[in-house]
């Protein structure tokens, strides 16, 4: 039996953005006292310990993406919200590209980029880690992937956080959000226009989705904007918030910095560190397709459920010391991370990701003695109930 619930946590709006800012005492009592808890305010439940996400992101039978995977947002037909074979048919048009394999072929062309970003951080007295390489990064990465012309890259990045506002819930749905993504439909229109044009000969995944067929039929004009939409959402702020994260904290922390310097074979370890620790997604919604209980509590058939990826990574039933960044963490011995979620909608990107900040933690600790903040600044955070992570990192690099 839970124990009682001290009144500072009772009537919890979980959409709301300031709720998940500095969050982790709140995902405590939760953990511990209210593993199952309904939101009054958004009609939606909220699960929170590792083995309940797991039993949920597994019984796909009971708990389907179908119905949306935002709190009372309804789905689109991008893949993350289909179920069953038709998510099997669309996920498999372009999962070929994000293998590991494809990633090792990808690894040197990567690594020319990041050395270049680093290249021009160390000719700069003061730097902004997200701006220069955190978000740089994967934007290009993604944006070379879907061939986005150089020109509307930094556009495109900023529609694309614009629109991941909407996700928090119908009221962040705001007029700026619906200008973001009317630019987003804009410059998707442009981008299959001048495909049609060039008779769809090019081998990035706008073009894969355009010529792809499921049952004999073409993607229609809906599913093919938002396969769109979700590749740039997945693919950006996400990683962003990992690499800065990361090295945010590493910045404060020069034993386990200088550990990776003179021991890079760490590395590796120490991005499912980062990964398990900043933990991008705050959340994922599933629906129920019939009463289920948990916790002595009924989920109804119909309510959707929230998976709270960083309350799982810190659960203590998992993890020892569990809000302790520690890239030594023995991740065979503990729970691997949620953050890429878990069972057929695992991250698609997960294997870019990973190798995207494996790659900037050996250059930036190769390269860089030490990450300073400068005097009277102050590290910023994107305040989200959907992504979180640092909108800015002002910092000074001291190179080796
Ligand atoms: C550290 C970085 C990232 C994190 C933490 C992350 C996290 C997640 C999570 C939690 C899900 C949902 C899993 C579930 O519901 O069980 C997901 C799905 C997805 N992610 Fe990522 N992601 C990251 C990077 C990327 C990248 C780089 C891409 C692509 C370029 C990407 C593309 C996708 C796609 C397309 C899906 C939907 C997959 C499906 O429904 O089958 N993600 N990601």
Not at 18 to 46: I, Q, S
Not at 341 to 361: D, T, Y
Request: contains cysteine.
């Amino acid at each position: 039996m839970e124990s009682k619930c001290p009144v500072k946590f009772h009537n919890v709006d979980f959409c709301d953005p300031k709720t998940h800012d500095n969050p982790y005492e709140m995902y405590d009592h939760f953990l511990e006292h209210e593993p199952l808890y309904f939101d009054e305010a958004n009609g939606v439940w909220e699960v929170f310990r590792y083995d309940d996400i797991v039993a949920i992101e597994r019984d796909t039978e009971t708990f389907i993406n179908g119905e949306g995977v935002r709190p009372n947002i309804p789905p689109d037909p991008a893949m993350i919200y289909q179920d069953g074979e038709q998510h099997n048919k669309q996920r498999a048009l372009v999962s070929s590209a994000f293998t590991p394999r494809q990633m090792r072929k990808m690894e040197n062309r990567v690594r020319v980029i990041v050395k270049d970003l680093v290249d021009q951080m160390l000719v700069k007295d003061e730097v902004d880690i997200v701006t220069d390489l955190a978000a740089a990064l994967p934007m290009r990465l993604i944006a070379d992937m879907l061939a986005i012309p150089e020109e509307k890259r930094p556009a495109v990045q900023q529609w694309i956080n614009g629109i991941m506002m909407g996700g928090c819930g119908p009221e962040y749905v705001t007029d700026e959000v619906n200008e973001c993504f009317e630019h987003f439909v804009m410059h998707h229109e442009e981008m299959v226009q001048d495909r049609l044009a060039a008779g769809c000969k090019g081998s990035d995944i706008l073009t894969i989705w355009m010529n792809a067929e499921i049952n004999g039929e073409k993607l229609d004009e809906s599913q093919l904007l938002f396969e769109h939409v979700l590749l740039n959402v997945g693919g950006a702020e996400t990683t962003r918030s990992a690499i800065a994260g990361g090295l945010e904290r590493l910045s404060n922390d020069s034993r386990q910095y200088d550990a990776l310097y003179e021991d890079p074979s760490l590395i590796p370890n120490a991005v499912e560190e980062i990964i398990r620790w900043v933990c991008p997604f705050v959340n994922m919604y599933r629906t129920a397709t019939r009463d289920y209980e948990m916790h002595g509590k009924i989920i109804k058939e119909g309510q959707q459920v929230g998976l709270t990826y960083p309350a799982a990574n810190r659960d203590p039933r998992k993890y020892k010391d569990p809000h302790t960044f520690n890239i030594f963490r023995d991740f065979t011995q503990e729970a691997k991370h949620l953050s890429f979620g878990l069972g057929p909608h695992f991250c698609l990107g997960a294997s870019l990701a990973r190798m995207e900040i494996r790659l900037s933690l050996e250059e930036m600790t190769q390269r860089v003695k030490s990450i300073r903040i400068p005097k009277g600044k102050e590290p910023e955070y994107v305040s989200s109930s959907f992504t979180r992570g640092l909108k800015s990192f002002p910092a000074i690099l001291e190179p080796r």
